[in-house]
Every structure is written in structure tokens, then in C-alpha cells.
């Protein structure tokens, strides 16, 4: 955005215009004639300046409400504006804040610089993304180029087993002979795939499904997903904020009988860091093809609104939902146009190939190393640095917009996962003004994200400190959990770390 600068001059609302014409006509008219003249241009001049002053007043509003408005995008990542520019500098920190590129310096200006690229978009309606420019796609062949030698110069990326290539039918085959065998069931395909599991292999590997799971309607399925370092943090406190972190999750997907798989391992030595998801991503959703969507969320991420749920419907024409924004991507190609720290993807064949075409971007050593400046060469905001989840998410979706974009639904209408800094101040406002289960947004956000802070390893952004970090999510974490012992009939008595329980009842007699 740019700024307007200046206003109108003393000198043009002078405009001494008249006295230029009676110099002009000084040797041809006498001395009344003059002053008669003067007068009567006097007068006009005096009706013009009226017009002049309210337009140099129009022009003034003009220019501080400019100023103004560069000023809230500006502030986005640190404001508490209900709108959307707030909500485009929430995600573009947040992603900035999660890795390990530039100084601050340098992570503000690209914060800044991308909120004033990103126009006004409502998500409710279809974006069209704009034609790519021809020299962009003469850029991003020759990165495909480069990127496929990288490929085929180093050690075949097989980890995913062989390629599927009719996941839907395989599902579709699965729920229809459980259905055949069990009319009226409305647990069918879960049943189904317990019994394929059953016959494959004798383990335990479903003991992480809930009782609840019987008792479910028939409907889509969801599996949460997340994952946390599999030995003791080297942080005092880090342990125990995965515990509460971990607790939330498994309230809420207790309240929403949504299942969870929580991951404690080093599953893979080459899929490490944010990359691990991919692979929990491929092997969940091949594992249990009875589950319709896969929900990942980063350990960091905390559940503040213990009653709103997915709006699934609003994505029946797609296959993968991540909080961003459509012009963000296909305009800017920014790689912050999206987070990739919480996403929600559909159990089908289209998921599958994405998944194939992602990993192979993420063996750590001369894969990482040699496609990360690949990735920084396509995307003109990415700073230099190995490979990472979310830029070559970014990239795939840049390269193929057909087969990729057209089924990735960017959100920004809610909090599908929001920055922690501009939200945990607020939470007392928020109980005060309004209630859980209906906004989603910044009135009540829905996923509150601690980018920035790692809780385990240290604090990963140089801005904060583990002390910011613990306070903030501790306030996160009651917030929270108050919208599930209210049902009990306690609350804590304040969201700081001091704080106890106490009846509500209790309360309300005092």
C-alpha cells in the first residue's frame, strides 16, 4: 500500500490568480474600472477559496485515513482489530515466527510487506485465481527441471511403499461389504476395517480408538493427528505443556467424538522436524481407510473454543482445508500465503498423489539442501534455508493449480488456527462480550497457535521468552478448560498460573 504524502499548499489555496489579470489589463482600463474589476474577481475568488477549503478538507480526511489504514495493517500481527487485514498479519507472523530465517528486522518487513500485498477477500465465495504470468511459467519449468535431477540424483524417495493408484475403490469396497454384512449397522465401515485389520495383522495398533467409537453415527469421520519429541525435554516446564497440550486436544475430541492419534515416536530418521507429519499423514490414511478426514495439528496448537466445529460442509468440493489466503498465493506466491502447522485433508486418492508428490521433498541431508533454494527461487519472500513442509506445499500448489489449487480450500474466516500474541490477552474481554460455539474468530477463536514457542526445546523465536510462552499458554489452556468444567459445575478462579478452582456455585453465593 502506498502512502499518500503531503496536502494542499498555502501557496495554492492563495492562488493569486486575479491580481495576474488585473496586471494584464492595467493599460487598457482606468482606475474604477479596475477597482471594479478587482472587486468583482475578489468576490469570486472569495466563492472559489469556500470550494478549495472544503476539498483541501476532503483531501486532508483522505490522507489520515489512509495513513490510518496502513497503520492497521501494520499493526495486524499485534492489534486486536476484528477484521480481516488483522487476521492476514496473525498468519503471515506466525510462520515467520516458527522458523529459523533472518532477524527480526527482516521478519517484520516480510510481515509488513505481505499485509500490504493481500486485498480484501471474502472466503465465503470461489476464488478464480488469475492466469499465470508467462514468465512465471517459464521459471517454474526450469525449477521442475532442476528439481527432478535433484531427484534422480540422489536415492529414490520410497518410504511410502508401493504407489496406489485406486484408494477410492479399495474404501468404497470396504464400506459396501461391512454394509452387505451388517444391514443397518451404523458403525458399518469402521467394523468393516477393524475386521481388515484384524486379518492383516494381529497387533494393537487401534487402541487408541475410544470406547465412543461404537456408538457413533454414521457420518464423515475425523482423526486428529499430532506429535511431540519422543525424550524428556530439556526445558524444566516443557513436559508438562505437552501434557496440557495434549490434554485439550483429547477434551475436545472427546466432546466431538472425533478420534486421536497421538505419536510419541521417531518414526522416521530422514522425515524429521515439520516433515513428520507427512509421513503420520500417509500411514494413518492408508491404515484406516474407514476415517473420511485426517485432522493434523501442530503440538503447539491449543483448542480455545471447546464447542465450534468444522463447518465440513462448506468443503464438499474440496480436499484439503489450511488457514490462508487465495491472493496471498496465487498473486504473490508467498510461501506464508498458508499455514501448514494445522490442516484438515480428505482420506482419498487425491490426497495420496499429493502426499506422493510432498515427500519426496523432505529427506533431511542433500535432498533439503538442494530443494530449499529451489523453493526460494519460486517463491520471491522465502529466505534462503533447507526445504520445508509448508513452502513445498506452497510450491506444488503454485506449479499445478488444476490438479493441486482446485481442491485446497484457503480459511480465514475463522480461526482454523490463530497467532497466540494478538489473542491471550484478550481472553477476559472475550468471556465478558461473547460465548464459545458461535464466532470463531477473534471474538472466540477457535484454535489458538504458539508459534514461536517451543515449549520442549526452547523458545524457537528471539522475540520471546519461555516465560511469555508458558503465561500465554497457561492462560490458553484454562480458558479452555473452563468451557469443559463449567459443565461440572467449577472454574478456575483466574486464567494466570496462580490461579485454583472453586465451585461456581460457591462463587455466586459470595
Known amino acids: 500500500m502506498t502512502r499518500r504524502e503531503g496536502s494542499p499548499t498555502k501557496a495554492a489555496l492563495e492562488l493569486p490568480w486575479y491580481r495576474r489579470i488585473l496586471r494584464a489589463s492595467a493599460g487598457q482600463k482606468g482606475f474604477k474600472q479596475q477597482q471594479q474589476q478587482g472587486q468583482l474577481l475578489r468576490q469570486k475568488f472569495q466563492s472559489k477559496s469556500i470550494y478549495l477549503v472544503f476539498a483541501a478538507v476532503a483531501v486532508c480526511i483522505l490522507v489520515v485515513w489512509s495513513v490510518s489504514y496502513e497503520i492497521d495493517f501494520k499493526d495486524a500481527v499485534n492489534s486486536e482489530q476484528p477484521d480481516q487485514e488483522q487476521r492476514r498479519g496473525e498468519t503471515t507472523h506466525q510462520k515467520l515466527a516458527v522458523r529459523k530465517f533472518g532477524s527480526d528486522h527482516e521478519l517484520e518487513k516480510q510481515v509488513i510487506d505481505l499485509a500490504d500485498a493481500i486485498q480484501e477477500v471474502t472466503s465465503e465465495e470461489v476464488y478464480q485465481a488469475p492466469p499465470m504470468d508467462e514468465d512465471v511459467k517459464r521459471l517454474f519449468t526450469e525449477i521442475d527441471a532442476e528439481m527432478q535431477q535433484v531427484f534422480n540424483s540422489n536415492q529414490e524417495f520410497t518410504k511410502f511403499g508401493p504407489r496406489i493408484e485406486n484408494w477410492d475403490e479399495q474404501r468404497e ?3 459396501k461389504a461391512k454394509l452387505m454384512k451388517n444391514t443397518g449397522s451404523s458403525n458399518a465401515v469402521a467394523a468393516a476395517a477393524e475386521d481388515l485389520h484384524r486379518n492383516d495383522d494381529d497387533d494393537d495398533d487401534d487402541q487408541y480408538y475410544s470406547s465412543s467409537s461404537s456408538k457413533r453415527d454414521p457420518g464423515p469421520r475425523i482423526l486428529l493427528v499430532t506429535s511431540s519429541h519422543p525424550k524428556s ?6 513436559d508438562q505443556m505437552l501434557l496440557k497440550a495434549i490434554k485439550n486436544k483429547m477434551d475436545y475430541c472427546r466432546l466431538h467424538d472425533i478420534q486421536i492419534y497421538y505419536n510419541l515416536d521417531n518414526i522416521d530418521d530422514d522425515m524429521t522436524l515439520w516433515w513428520v507429519k507427512v509421513f503420520l499423514t500417509h500411514m494413518l490414511m492408508r491404515k484406516h481407510p474407514e476415517v473420511d478426514w485426517i485432522w493434523w495439528m501442530d503440538s503447539d496448537a491449543i483448542f480455545t473454543d471447546m464447542s465450534f466445529q468444522l463447518p465440513l460442509e462448506k468443503y464438499a468440493n474440496y480436499n484439503m482445508v489450511l ?9 504473490n506466491r508467498s510461501w506464508l500465503a498458508l499455514n501448514a502447522g494445522v490442516f484438515l485433508i480428505r482420506n482419498c486418492q487425491w490426497s495420496l498423489d499429493l502426499l506422493y508428490a510432498w515427500a519426496p521433498m523432505s529427506p533431511k541431508g542433500p ?3 538442494a530443494i530449499g533454494p529451489l523453493l526460494s527461487k519460486a517463491l520471491p519472500d522465502r529466505p534462503p534455508g533447507e526445504s520445508d513442509d509448508q513452502s513445498a506445499l506452497v510450491y506444488l500448489i503454485l506449479s499445478n493449480r488444476e490438479k493441486w489449487g482446485s481442491k485446497v480450500y484457503l480459511e480465514n474466516s475463522y480461526y482454523f488456527q490463530g497467532y497466540w500474541r494478538i489473542l491471550t490477552e484478550k481472553f477476559e474481554e ?3 462480550k461473547y460465548k464459545p460455539g458461535v464466532y470463531g474468530d477473534d471474538r472466540w477463536p477457535f484454535v489458538t497457535h504458539f508459534t514461536g514457542c517451543e515449549f520442549c526445546e526452547g523458545v524457537i523465536n528471539p522475540g520471546y521468552t519461555p516465560q511469555l510462552c508458558q503465561t500465554q499458554m497457561e492462560r490458553a489452556i484454562k480458558f479452555a478448560d473452563n468451557q469443559v468444567i463449567n459443565q461440572y459445575g467449577f472454574r478456575h478462579t483466574t486464567l494466570e ?7 461456581i ?3 455466586a453465593e459470595h
Open 173 to 175: 469396497e470396504i464400506t
Open 233 to 238: 525435554c530439556p526445558n524444566q516446564r516443557g
Open 323 to 331: 488457514h490462508g489466503w487465495d491472493e496471498a498465493l496465487y498473486v
Open 367 to 369: 535432498v533439503r539442501d
Open 430 to 432: 472475550m468471556m465478558a
Open 497 to 503: 498460573e496462580a490461579g485454583s478452582v472453586e465451585s
Open 505 to 507: 456455585q460457591k462463587s
